[in-house]
């Protein structure tokens, strides 16, 4: 890809983010955990928390601002980082 196709975002940007992993009892507090440390002014009515159908996975969403790409990769980075988090959509 050359860099004239490569897509321009500006930050600060909304940005949703959703990760999986088994449910296990403190995979949500884990995860909010790591996220807090690269966004520590999430708002707790930006975190939601679901189980699915067959019980056995549990996906934890954030919204928040992010305010620089580094920013989004650190969190990225960190979380793709621990066996416990399966998915980051």
């Given at each position: 890809m050359s860099d004239e196709n490569i897509p321009i975002v500006e930050y600060p940007i909304p940005f949703p983010l959703k990760v999986i992993g088994?449910?296990?009892?403190?995979?949500?507090?884990?995860?909010?955990?790591?996220?807090?440390?690269?966004?520590?002014?999430?708002?707790?009515?930006?975190?939601?928390?679901?189980?699915?159908?067959?019980?056995?996975y549990r996906s934890v969403s954030f919204k928040f601002i992010a305010d620089s790409r580094e920013q989004v990769d650190a969190l990225y980075a960190e979380l793709s980082s621990h066996k416990r988090v399966l998915m980051i959509l």
């Open positions: 088994r449910d296990e009892s403190d995979f949500e507090e884990f995860v909010i955990e790591i996220v807090r440390r690269h966004i520590p002014e999430l708002l707790e009515e930006n975190i939601t928390s679901r189980l699915s159908s067959g019980d056995k």
